[in-house]
């Protein structure tokens, strides 16, 4: 044979061979779906992995009031000596305040051979110094000191100065002092391994100082005071999140039942504040209390859901029902606090803290994880009495308020009514897949308070470990999870992805949707941001039945539409489909007319399935494909989805907020 004719030979055998896959035909009518109950796409906001401190909440300073609390003692850490100062924690007989009792005692070195002294504090693992950036500190002195201080940033590496500014002291030895500061960078630093450094003139002080809350913001978001850091907060901002759980999940719970989230601890100024010791390995300020939740969802117009203390922390201590009724009364305050009238005594102090217009809140949820922490005991109680005193004292108060369990049905709870429950999913994609109809046959409201795709396939699960990131086709994975939601939006509250955030210099749990450090450069998308932000940037306002002889499944797809913008709205995750073959995909909207035009979004990944978005390269593996599709003389859309890949249609596309 000629060559060139058994190379064509060869080419069409290869071309024969491949797959032939059969167009999925979808019929979809127009009304007889679901009703929605506002169905929302979200996150959890827990301090893990110094998401809030070090993280989301914008100071710079670590350790900044030398803070104490349950399993975690004072400490110098993140502080060091300029100019051979001693530096040592005190209890002074007169402290700062109650909340914070310890102080930093800084002594010029007795061989009077610098001519300044002082300290600097390296942050959460850096700073970033820009020229752009007006940067606010403040802190307190106690002691005799008629001299100036000096601010200064400076590198960690070189020691080269970005900026600085003297403030002149008013410091007396027998009370403390607040003193204010504005640090302009004359010049960007070149990286964001830098410290903030306060000296003083060794020669003009008497013997020693004593600094507490020494504080240092960049620019925050929205401009607020004691606020979110911007990028971090942008990046959620643009995920169009209409559904924030606070205050987290297992920091709600605490370590024991004299140490959860005492939501009172964390208002008023900062001075006040005492600290938390949370649950994840080191403490937090509370800094990023109640207040500045409550202002971020009104920031971004999230939907709040609100978790209270049920009596079970994480050690498995349990709360006698004859001493439960505190933390009901604490819940029902904590309730007046965020939306009672400015006459009530929560509402006051709320008034009082410069938010008289009461917040919207419609969720409370009772506990985290009850039949996790303590088990069997702890959520035997809480089926018992814990739940149900909740649940009838606050639907007493508040008719309105939908009360949450923080189980589900699937976890053995027989939840009375009218109350809801709280699904938890961290699973290999495989599970996400199976799990598709859960939800088709339950009658009672859920939502979905955390999920994420955390385990490769293969059965390890829990017993291996998590994915070093979140990977693709776990994102797909989700996507599956998220339509399985969605389709049953009557009964789904909502979906909220968790945790949110890792910082990439200390973390415990590395599946979040945002990484980041002290560098905005790093502040990274997941793969699994991307699947969220397009879900959640096109809502139904009403599901729309479909039907199609396949069924589902390599094709998981919901249909809906949105009477604000007229939109017909598919969403469609394509999950290993045969060979990996290409899968064309043809929708028909009843009433939608030949020519319609719909934008189609396609999210595809690389060819690696658990390829992932790394924050060192800035390389982002999803690829965002746009295109206007025209329905043809029948009124069909038709495109192709590549396996593993995301579509969502759209004949009336804004996206976000309609």
Do not use: C
């Not at 982002?620 to 329905?631: D, G, P, Q, Y």
């Amino acid at each position: 044979m000629h060559p060139s004719n058994s190379v064509l030979l060869a080419a069409w055998l290869a071309w024969t061979s491949l797959p032939t896959v059969s167009a999925i035909d979808i019929t979809v009518k127009a009304d007889g779906g679901n009703a929605t109950n506002g169905h929302q796409y979200g996150f959890l906001h827990e301090d893990i992995n110094n998401s809030g401190d070090g993280g989301l909440y914008a100071e710079l300073i670590r350790n900044r009031a030398f803070q104490a609390s349950e399993g975690f003692p004072s400490t110098l850490d993140a502080w060091y000596s300029i100019g051979g100062a001693s530096l040592s924690l005190k209890k002074l007989e007169k402290p700062l305040s109650e909340a914070l009792s310890t102080s930093l005692n800084v002594a010029p070195s007795s061989g009077g051979y610098a001519a300044s002294a002082g300290f600097f504090n390296d942050g959460y693992w850096g700073m970033d110094v820009k020229k752009a950036n007006k940067y606010t500190g403040s802190f307190w002195v106690k002691g005799q000191y008629d001299g100036q201080f000096t601010a200064s940033f400076r590198s960690n590496i070189t020691g080269d100065i970005f900026g600085s500014t003297t403030i002149q002291s008013k410091s007396v030895p027998d009370d403390w002092t607040e003193h204010t500061y504005e640090l302009r960078p004359e010049i960007d630093a070149p990286n964001s391994n830098n410290t903030l450094a306060i000296t003083f003139d060794s020669s003009v002080v008497d013997g020693s100082l004593d600094f507490n809350l020494i504080s240092l913001f960049p620019p925050t978001f929205k401009g607020r005071k004691n606020g979110m850091r911007i990028d971090i907060a942008e990046a959620l901002a643009d995920l169009h999140p209409t559904l924030f759980r606070i205050p987290g999940g297992n920091m709600l719970e605490g370590q024991t039942n004299s140490s959860w989230w005492d939501w009172k601890d964390s208002l008023g100024p900062l001075k006040d504040r005492p600290g938390f010791g949370g649950v994840w390995n080191y403490p937090q300020t509370h800094g990023l209390g109640l207040l500045e939740y409550l202002e971020l969802s009104e920031d971004l117009d999230m939907e709040l859901v609100v978790g209270v203390y049920s009596g079970l922390s994480l050690n498995g201590d349990i709360t006698p029902e004859d001493q439960l009724q505190f933390f009901i009364d604490d819940a029902l305050d904590q309730i007046e606090f965020i939306r009672g009238p400015i006459d009530s005594k929560w509402g006051a102090r709320r008034a009082e803290l410069g938010h008289p217009k009461p917040f919207k809140l419609r969720y409370v949820e009772i506990g985290n994880e009850d039949w996790l922490a303590g088990r069997p005991t702890g959520w035997e109680t809480y089926k018992e009495y814990r739940f149900p005193m909740f649940l009838e004292a606050i639907n007493a108060a508040y008719p309105d308020i939908q009360v949450i369990a923080s189980g589900s049905i699937f976890d053995g709870h027989d939840i009375p009514k009218p109350g809801a429950g709280d699904y938890h999913l961290y699973a290999e994609p495989d599970t996400l897949i199976k799990q598709f109809g859960r939800f088709d046959n339950v009658e009672t409201p859920h939502i979905i308070g955390e999920m994420a795709a955390t385990h490769p396939n293969g059965g390890t699960s829990w017993d291996g470990p998590m994915q070093p990131w979140p990977w693709w086709s776990g994102s797909v994975a989700e996507a599956v999870g998220l339509i399985s939601y969605e389709r049953n939006q009557d009964r789904i509250i909502g979906a909220a992805y968790a945790p949110v955030l890792r910082n990439l210099n200390r973390w415990q749990w590395p599946i979040t949707i945002v990484h980041h450090a002290a560098d905005p450069a790093l502040t990274t998308k997941s793969t699994s941001w991307f699947i969220w932000e397009l879900f959640a940037g096109h809502v139904f306002t009403e599901t729309l039945p479909a039907t199609s002889e396949d069924g589902f499944g390599p094709l998981y797809y919901v249909t809906g539409k949105n009477d604000i913008t007229g939109g017909h709205i598919f969403k469609g995750a394509l999950f290993n489909s045969t060979d990996n073959a290409d899968v064309p995909v043809r929708i028909t909207f009843e009433g939608v007319q030949a020519g319609t035009q719909a934008e189609l979004t396609l999210l595809s990944g690389p060819e690696n399935p658990y390829g992932y978005n790394d924050p060192w390269t800035g390389i982002n593996v999803v690829e965002t494909t746009k295109s206007t599709l025209i329905a043809d003389a029948e009124g069909v859309f038709s495109f192709e989805m590549p396996n593993l890949s995301v579509a969502l249609l759209d004949t009336a596309p804004k996206y976000g907020r309609y």
